[in-house]
């Protein structure tokens, strides 16, 4: 290529030359001298053009020894790195072959010695087997040669024995008997002893009045007909929503809501209330003001809780711990208010222990907080010790709090004079005639127990006991339970509360399942 460069310039160049002679129309003589210079020229380009093609060739063998020693390196690098990788590749598979064998070894191993303990044990068995045989059969001759020497069958010798047996320790007998008698007598002497303390040293106090419903006074019959509303939407709508079971009878100027559980119906009461001073009932209204008594509710509780700590003058409290102390004006236990019995129990821990050298500050908190358990139940799982517990360590009380939680039932030993005083002070409020009512708490319990297990079922949104646990009214998840699905759900949840829960008559399961499209104009 670069020769034919060459060639093609020095023919540019004669051409040139000539072109140039023939315009300068030179002849004769001179044309020859032209001719001789023009001649040398060229020969020197050719001479130029020649050093520059060797030059151009030689740097081109340059490049090429170059390439070709990285091409040989990059080769050898790539030859080295796949016997490398080949070399690794075999002593995994060495490795994996290794492994592989001790594994089969191991498990054969095992096997081997399974298989002989199964014979041990195969041959053990039937030597058990073959040696209770001739134990059985020696007690049945050792029994025959008894009944044949002595003349009597088995069950005539077993009676015999028995009664020799009684009359020897007959006077044994007397004599442990005597002794559980007079510690059955001092235990009936301490314990009416015990209960003589408690008469003289209760005091003046309330007797239980929680009640499963509360009165809302109305100003005209009239608006129980409001209440009910349109083919009975609007009560449907407020029993659906608050939780309750809204009773409306002949009953003049009042309507009755019922309900366990005393935070839903407080709550319930207030907000009819505030619906039959506004007027306008109707399912939106309704919601609304829900919604608000809700807030509401929500701050007042824990307003109440820091008032009441304030007055106790006991320290300061974590928020939570001080907002379950409020909740528990809507917590009742065998019928007595939780908070009542709460203030009672502080009240009286703190003298106590002031009266035999204690903190008494320090008792008032315990005897605060020994029942906080109690306003978390409705909405966790467990006993309210284990709750209570579990939320004072979570927020770092004292464990003189934490011991008193424990043993004012029995699951830990007293460990200060401040937990004995709780312990006692509760015994007192609790022990006050009138104080509690068995069959309430039974009944709360029951209806606590319906209402828990058909939450627990999937697509349940929220679930209510009314109508005196009679029913469970059940709301679910429109997305997540169609038509069909609700109806196997009641009968699962009824089906359930059969098996679980001990109640008379008999409990409507009414499973509600309702969609809703809501959209807002701009």
């Keep these: 290529m670069l020769n034919e460069i060459l060639l093609g310039g020095g023919t540019a160049i004669v051409s040139g030359v000539v072109g140039f002679f023939i315009s300068k129309k030179i002849t004769g003589a001179n044309f020859d001298i032209y ?8 020969k020197a380009i050719e001479n130029e053009a020649q050093t520059l093609l060797d030059r151009s060739r030689l740097k081109a ?29 075999i002593r995994n598979e060495k490795e994996f072959a290794r492994y592989k064998s001790e594994e089969e070894h191991t498990i054969q191993t095992q096997l081997h010695q399974i298989n002989a303990q199964k014979i041990n044990l195969e041959r053990n068995e039937k030597s058990l087997i ?10 049945d001759d050792v029994l025959h040669t008894l009944e044949h020497c002595a003349g009597l069958t088995q069950e005539e010798a077993k009676t015999e024995l028995f009664n020799k047996i009684e009359e020897k320790m007959r006077g044994e007998i007397s004599h442990i008997v005597r002794k559980y008698e007079n510690e059955a007598k001092r235990e009936a002497e301490r314990k009416a002893n015990y209960i003589l303390a408690q008469a ?48 409306i009878d002949d009953t003049p100027n009042a309507i009755l809501v019922s309900s366990f559980n005393l935070y839903r119906r407080a709550i319930a009461t207030k907000t009819i209330q505030l619906l039959v001073a506004d007027g306008r009932i109707q399912p939106a209204r309704i919601e609304e003001i829900f919604k608000k008594v809700s807030d509401e509710f929500e701050s007042k509780i824990l307003n109440e809780g820091e008032e009441l700590l304030a007055d106790m003058n006991i320290g300061v409290m974590h928020p939570e711990l001080v907002k379950l102390i409020g909740r528990l004006r809507y917590r009742a236990s065998y019928g007595q208010n939780a908070l009542a019995h709460t203030l009672e129990v502080a009240h009286l821990a703190g003298v106590m222990a002031g009266e035999m050298g204690g903190d008494p500050i320090l008792a008032k908190r315990a005897g605060l907080l020994h029942d906080i358990g109690k306003a978390l139940t409705h909405d966790h799982d467990g006993n309210h010790v284990d709750l209570g517990a579990e939320i004072c360590r979570r927020y770092n009380e004292n464990e003189v709090v934490i011991n008193a939680i424990f043993a004012h039932h029995g699951q830990q030993e007293i460990n200060s004079i ?14 006050r005639p009138g104080a509690r009512r068995e069959v309430l708490e039974s009944f709360l319990k029951r209806v606590t127990e319906i209402e828990e297990i058909a939450s627990t079922h999937s697509g349940v949104r929220q679930a209510y006991a009314i109508n005196a646990g009679r029913e469970v009214r059940v709301i679910v998840n429109a997305v997540l339970v169609n038509d069909d699905e609700s109806i196997l759900l009641a009968r ?18 009414n499973v509600i399942r309702e969609s809703r499209a809501i959209e807002y104009a701009k």
């Design 492 to 509: 699962e949840i009824a089906k359930e509360i059969e098996d679980k829960v001990q109640y008379p008559g008999e409990i409507k399961v």
């Design 200 to 247: 003289t040293s209760r005091f003046a106090g309330e007797f239980a009045s929680e009640r499963l419903t509360n009165l809302v006074h109305l100003d005209n019959d009239e608006l129980k007909g409001r209440i009910i509303g349109k083919e009975g939407r609007n009560i449907k709508a407020l029993e659906t929503l608050l939780g309750v079971d809204i009773i």
């Design 418 to 431: 401040e937990c004995g005083a709780v312990c006692a002070a509760d015994a007192l409020s609790a022990a």
């Design 61 to 89: 063998k340059e490049i090429e020894l170059d390439a070709q020693k990285l091409f040989d390196s990059a080769k050898e690098r790539a030859r080295a790195d796949f016997s490398q990788r080949e070399d690794e590749i």
């Design 130 to 139: 073959s040696l209770k045989e001739k134990y059985e059969k020696s007690i």
């Design 35 to 42: 001719v001789d210079q023009a001649t040398a020229k060229a």
